[in-house]
Protein backbone atom coordinates (compact mmCIF):
# COMPACT_ATOMS: atom_id res chain seq x y z
CA UNK A 1 0.00 0.00 0.00
CA UNK A 2 2.82 2.24 1.06
CA UNK A 3 6.07 2.11 -0.16
CA UNK A 4 7.89 4.12 2.33
CA UNK A 5 6.79 4.94 5.72
CA UNK A 6 8.28 7.67 8.05
CA UNK A 7 7.25 8.00 11.31
CA UNK A 8 8.13 10.33 13.74
CA UNK A 9 8.94 10.37 17.30
CA UNK A 10 9.34 12.09 20.00
CA UNK A 11 9.88 10.09 23.22
CA UNK A 12 6.19 11.37 24.28
CA UNK A 13 4.11 8.87 26.37
CA UNK A 14 2.08 8.67 22.77
CA UNK A 15 5.09 7.52 21.05
CA UNK A 16 4.51 3.56 21.79
CA UNK A 17 1.01 4.46 19.90
CA UNK A 18 2.25 6.43 16.91
CA UNK A 19 5.02 3.00 16.18
CA UNK A 20 2.21 0.70 16.76
CA UNK A 21 0.16 2.45 14.06
CA UNK A 22 2.94 2.32 11.74
CA UNK A 23 3.39 -1.47 12.68
CA UNK A 24 -0.07 -1.75 11.45
CA UNK A 25 0.37 0.21 8.22
CA UNK A 26 3.73 -1.30 7.49
CA UNK A 27 1.66 -5.25 7.69
CA UNK A 28 0.50 -4.17 4.08
CA UNK A 29 3.15 -4.57 1.50
CA UNK A 30 7.20 -4.82 2.23
CA UNK A 31 7.87 -0.60 2.59
CA UNK A 32 10.78 0.73 3.52
CA UNK A 33 10.26 2.14 7.82
CA UNK A 34 12.06 5.07 8.75
CA UNK A 35 12.16 6.14 12.07
CA UNK A 36 12.82 9.65 12.68
CA UNK A 37 13.22 12.48 15.47
CA UNK A 38 13.84 15.78 15.30
CA UNK A 39 16.57 17.33 17.59
CA UNK A 40 16.12 20.78 17.96
CA UNK A 41 18.68 22.90 16.20
CA UNK A 42 19.85 24.67 19.62
CA UNK A 43 20.85 21.56 21.08
CA UNK A 44 22.38 20.48 18.06
CA UNK A 45 26.07 19.92 18.03
CA UNK A 46 28.56 21.87 15.34
CA UNK A 47 25.94 23.21 12.14
CA UNK A 48 27.73 23.56 9.11
CA UNK A 49 29.41 27.01 9.38
CA UNK A 50 31.32 25.92 12.56
CA UNK A 51 34.95 24.72 12.09
CA UNK A 52 35.23 21.45 14.16
CA UNK A 53 36.51 21.53 17.10
CA UNK A 54 34.69 24.54 17.73
CA UNK A 55 32.31 22.96 20.08
CA UNK A 56 34.19 21.19 22.80
CA UNK A 57 32.19 20.41 25.49
CA UNK A 58 28.15 21.11 25.36
CA UNK A 59 26.55 18.73 27.81
CA UNK A 60 23.01 19.54 26.92
CA UNK A 61 23.39 18.55 23.38
CA UNK A 62 24.84 15.72 24.34
CA UNK A 63 21.92 15.10 26.39
CA UNK A 64 19.62 15.92 23.41
CA UNK A 65 21.19 13.84 21.14
CA UNK A 66 21.34 10.34 23.86
CA UNK A 67 17.62 11.26 24.54
CA UNK A 68 17.08 11.20 20.54
CA UNK A 69 19.39 8.02 19.90
CA UNK A 70 17.05 6.15 22.71
CA UNK A 71 13.93 7.01 21.77
CA UNK A 72 14.24 6.15 18.02
CA UNK A 73 16.04 2.94 19.29
CA UNK A 74 12.78 1.86 21.53
CA UNK A 75 10.74 2.56 18.37
CA UNK A 76 12.83 0.37 16.08
CA UNK A 77 12.51 -2.52 18.86
CA UNK A 78 8.88 -2.18 18.76
CA UNK A 79 8.84 -2.24 15.41
CA UNK A 80 10.91 -5.37 15.07
CA UNK A 81 8.90 -6.92 17.66
CA UNK A 82 6.13 -6.68 15.28
CA UNK A 83 8.10 -8.06 12.81
CA UNK A 84 8.79 -4.75 10.97
CA UNK A 85 12.15 -4.01 9.92
CA UNK A 86 13.11 -0.32 10.01
CA UNK A 87 15.96 1.87 9.97
CA UNK A 88 16.65 4.92 12.62
CA UNK A 89 17.08 8.82 11.58
CA UNK A 90 17.71 11.71 13.42
CA UNK A 91 17.66 14.95 12.13
CA UNK A 92 18.34 18.58 13.05
CA UNK A 93 15.99 21.38 13.04
CA UNK A 94 12.38 22.58 13.24
CA UNK A 95 10.25 19.63 13.94
CA UNK A 96 7.27 20.14 11.22
CA UNK A 97 9.66 21.95 8.44
CA UNK A 98 11.90 19.31 8.91
CA UNK A 99 9.44 16.05 9.09
CA UNK A 100 8.31 17.36 5.65
CA UNK A 101 11.62 18.18 4.28
CA UNK A 102 12.65 15.02 5.38
CA UNK A 103 9.30 13.45 3.66
CA UNK A 104 10.12 14.81 0.70
CA UNK A 105 13.80 13.46 0.56
CA UNK A 106 13.21 9.98 1.31
CA UNK A 107 10.58 9.71 -1.02
CA UNK A 108 7.46 9.17 1.38
CA UNK A 109 4.09 7.39 0.59
CA UNK A 110 2.82 8.42 4.16
CA UNK A 111 4.29 10.02 7.45
CA UNK A 112 2.53 8.74 11.00
CA UNK A 113 3.20 10.68 13.91
CA UNK A 114 1.40 11.85 17.06
CA UNK A 115 -0.61 14.72 18.42
CA UNK A 116 -0.71 16.27 21.26
CA UNK A 117 -3.18 18.68 23.00
CA UNK A 118 -1.37 21.73 23.38
CA UNK A 119 -3.13 24.39 25.88
CA UNK A 120 -4.16 27.90 23.83
CA UNK A 121 -0.94 29.40 24.67
CA UNK A 122 0.94 26.76 23.76
CA UNK A 123 -0.45 26.51 20.37
CA UNK A 124 0.11 30.24 20.19
CA UNK A 125 3.78 30.17 22.12
CA UNK A 126 5.49 26.54 20.35
CA UNK A 127 2.19 26.24 17.18
CA UNK A 128 1.69 22.30 16.10
CA UNK A 129 3.99 20.12 14.59
CA UNK A 130 1.30 17.93 13.54
CA UNK A 131 -1.11 21.34 11.93
CA UNK A 132 2.65 22.45 10.36
CA UNK A 133 2.92 18.63 8.89
CA UNK A 134 -0.23 17.98 7.53
CA UNK A 135 -0.45 21.80 6.22
CA UNK A 136 2.46 21.08 4.04
CA UNK A 137 3.66 17.32 3.87
CA UNK A 138 4.00 15.91 0.26
CA UNK A 139 1.98 13.18 1.14
CA UNK A 140 -0.70 11.55 3.19
CA UNK A 141 -0.23 12.44 7.15
CA UNK A 142 -1.67 9.68 9.63
CA UNK A 143 -2.24 11.18 12.71
CA UNK A 144 -2.17 8.85 16.10
CA UNK A 145 -4.83 10.65 18.49
CA UNK A 146 -5.13 8.57 20.91
CA UNK A 147 -2.59 8.21 24.13
CA UNK A 148 -1.91 12.35 24.28
Known sequence: ??????????????TSQVVALAAQVAQH?????????CID?????ANQQEQPGDITEYPAAT???????????RAL????????????????GSAGETLVSEAREKGASVIVMGHRQLTAFGRIFKGSVSAEVVANAPCPVLVEVRGN
Open 1 to 14: MFDVILVAVDGSSQ
Open 29 to 37: GAPQVIVTC
Open 41 to 45: EAYAF
Open 63 to 73: AEQDTATAVVA
Open 77 to 92: QQLAEAGIKAQGNLVV
